[in-house]
């Protein structure tokens, strides 16, 4: 059973596309979170949401925007995407104050 | 400069050998976490720290707030634990920073 899963795996867009990465989480978590790794490996968390409130927003452009239709979902929804937004994302949730974040298998995303 | 270094950015042991990583980082944190990231990409959370020590089979990872610093730690290593190891602080108001990563390669 996969306990956090994003779709799709890779996506290949254009230019000035809109485009949405979901994620979905089956373990009863309260907090998810949305992570950008790019083509130098540096992690940088963008969101994390709790109990659909929006706790963390580091400075990320707002052409990105959580959407959260219920408490095992955080989808990313992205506009006006530029080359720069090329990148793995990838999707996690935890427990409020735990050790584990459980992170989902990533999606990476080329902007052509 | 990174608020959040971590050394060495690679390193080669041979299977079982003691490994240790480092991070230091400059900012005030409420928690450390140590990230493992596989050769395939997925990642894995393997601590969460915000005093004194854990110990999780042959990982031990040890923080020391005064210093702001941590270590992971891994013991009798093997060639599965290649991967690398990512040090992140969340602040003080809830957002994160993250280490550049260690790459650990070990050799049977």
């Known amino acids: 059973d996969t306990a956090v899963s994003q779709t799709p795996k890779y996506l290949v867009t254009q230019m000035g596309n809109d485009k949405s990465i979901k994620c979905e989480q089956n373990l009863g978590h309260d907090t998810m979170y949305w992570y950008k790794q790019d083509s130098k490996k540096f992690l940088k968390i963008m969101f994390s949401y709790n109990n659909k409130e929006l706790i963390i927003n580091e400075t990320v452009p707002n052409r990105f925007s959580p959407k959260s239709p219920d408490k095992a979902h955080l989808n990313l929804h992205i506009n006006s995407l530029e080359l720069g937004d090329s990148a793995v994302y990838f999707c996690?949730?935890?427990?409020?104050?735990?050790?584990?974040?459980?992170f989902g298998p990533g999606t990476r995303l080329t902007v052509l | 400069k990174n608020e959040v270094e971590q050394s060495p950015q690679n390193l080669t042991a041979q299977e079982g050998e003691f490994i240790t990583i480092n991070c230091s980082y400059s900012v005030g944190i409420s928690a450390l976490h140590w990230l493992q990231q596989h050769p395939g990409g997925g990642i894995v959370s393997l601590f969460m720290?915000?005093?004194g020590k854990k110990k999780h089979g042959r990982l031990i990872a040890t923080i020391n707030i005064q210093e702001k610093h941590s270590s992971l730690h891994i013991t009798a290593s093997h060639p599965r634990d290649s991967a690398v190891y990512i040090c992140?602080?969340?602040?003080?108001?809830?957002?994160?920073?993250f280490g550049a990563g260690t790459r650990l390669t070990v050799k049977p």
């Open positions: 996690a949730s935890s427990l409020p104050h735990t050790d584990t974040q459980y």
């Open positions: 720290l915000s005093s």
């Open positions: 992140a602080v969340t602040g003080n108001n809830n957002d994160m920073r």
